[in-house]
């Protein structure tokens, strides 16, 4: 039986973070409760098509999951543990925002099967996460983790920020330092994008605020990097870092170009050899869905050339690489007939290397990997 990774979005927060452009907005009960509904009711949609296929991870995201009532999520997956075959589910993760937790919710969280929990963190300095618009403190961090800790969650994620307004080299170490003494699982660091639409890109392009520049960006980068690897994690992809055993393996289904379906507002889908994602207002999302018609905007074939292109460029976000004989075997000839002249190229200039079994971005190829993707488009 094939198996499938399932994207559940939430799109709730309490209040919108200066920088975040992700789809997410307000909570209001209203539109709460309807969403919910409709979301249910696209899960069920899919139940026939996804027949022969058997669930391998779930990731509720947004959004802030945790901001809503527990009873939602416990809805939500019960709804999805009758609707598809369940042999082979390995995680479920939800995403989690500090300001967010108590005792009940964590417990509920824990009765209904959840057992990977990532935290939005993004800093432990209470000056920088007021001055992004973040809900909590630096405290309310640690409670939620211990809360967590206490409840028995052991696979816990922490996301950090760096390149924020104001950040120093410093602030950043002593996050790390925090957050590594807590003995976490695993831990996304992410640089800052400024994005369009956020409060963030308007300060700054009106010179209300500074952002370190790109030297400093790096430095924070590759000194993390180097932090979290002294310190036993393992960096295994451009972004993530875990400990031996603990990768995440829903992102790794998506890095590795397997099946998923996204299911909420603005989700996006890879399967049944097509693209496809939902339309990203309330109002069309639940208008089809009272219907009883799929929420879907629009969708693509994936033809054979974008295929490989998607698995090379993905696969060169893995810090492994992309993996030859995972290759061969996928799409029966040697990654050399296609891109011989792209590997050489990037090899000659220092972002790539090709070893016996990988081809993988150097440390000077992890800050210009978009130069290298470029190469393997068709
Ligand atoms: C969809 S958010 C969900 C997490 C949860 N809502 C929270 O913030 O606590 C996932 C992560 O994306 C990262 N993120 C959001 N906007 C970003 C941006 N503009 N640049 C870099 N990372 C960003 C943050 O680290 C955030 O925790
Ligand atoms: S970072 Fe998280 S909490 Fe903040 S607005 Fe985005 S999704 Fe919501």
Request: proline share 2%; aromatic share 12%; with cysteine.
């Amino acid at each position: 039986m094939n198996s499938f990774s399932l994207y559940i979005h939430i799109p709730f927060c309490e209040k919108k973070c200066y920088y975040c452009d992700f789809t997410s907005f307000a909570k209001n009960s209203d539109m709460l409760e309807k969403y919910m509904l409709n979301l249910n009711k696209e899960i069920k949609l899919y139940k026939e098509q996804l027949s022969d296929y058997s669930l391998r991870t779930i990731f509720i995201g947004g959004g802030t999951p945790s901001c809503i009532e527990h009873s939602y999520i416990e809805t939500l997956l019960e709804n999805v543990f009758k609707t598809f075959h369940m042999d082979n589910l390995a995680e479920i993760t939800l995403e989690a925002n500090p300001g967010t937790l108590d005792n009940k919710k964590i417990s509920s969280y824990k009765k209904i099967g959840i057992n990977r929990i990532s935290l939005g963190v993004q800093s432990l300095k209470d000056n920088l996460l007021n001055s992004i618009g973040r809900i909590h403190t630096s405290q309310d961090f640690k409670e939620s983790f211990y809360m967590l800790r206490e409840e028995g969650f052991d696979n816990i994620n922490v996301d950090l920020m760096f390149g924020l307004p104001h950040q120093k080299l410093i602030d950043l170490k002593s996050t790390l330092e925090e957050v590594v003494s807590l003995d976490v699982e695993h831990i996304s660091l992410y640089s800052l994008i400024l994005e369009e639409e956020t409060q963030i890109f308007k300060w700054y392009k009106n010179g209300l605020l500074e952002l370190p520049d790109e030297d400093l960006d790096r430095t924070m980068y590759h000194s993390s990097i180097k932090f979290l690897r002294e310190n036993g994690y393992e960096h295994y992809e451009i972004s993530n870092f875990s400990k031996p055993g603990y990768e995440c393996k829903h992102n790794l289904a998506y890095w590795k170009i397997k099946p998923y379906l996204g299911v909420g507002l603005n989700s996006h889908s890879n399967l049944f050899g097509k693209r496809f994602w939902n339309h990203s207002t309330f109002t069309e999302y639940n208008c089809l869905l009272e219907k009883k018609h799929f929420p879907v905007e629009g969708e693509e074939k994936i033809d054979r050339d974008m295929e490989i292109a998607e698995f090379c460029i993905m696969g060169l976000r893995l810090i492994k690489g992309i993996d030859k004989l995972e290759y061969r075997n996928r799409f029966g000839e040697d990654i050399k007939n296609r891109y011989d002249n792209v590997i050489k190229k990037h090899v000659h200039n220092g972002l790539i290397i090709d070893d016996y079994n990988y081809v993988k971005l150097t440390n000077k190829g992890l800050d210009l990997s978009n130069i290298v993707e470029v190469d393997f488009m068709p």
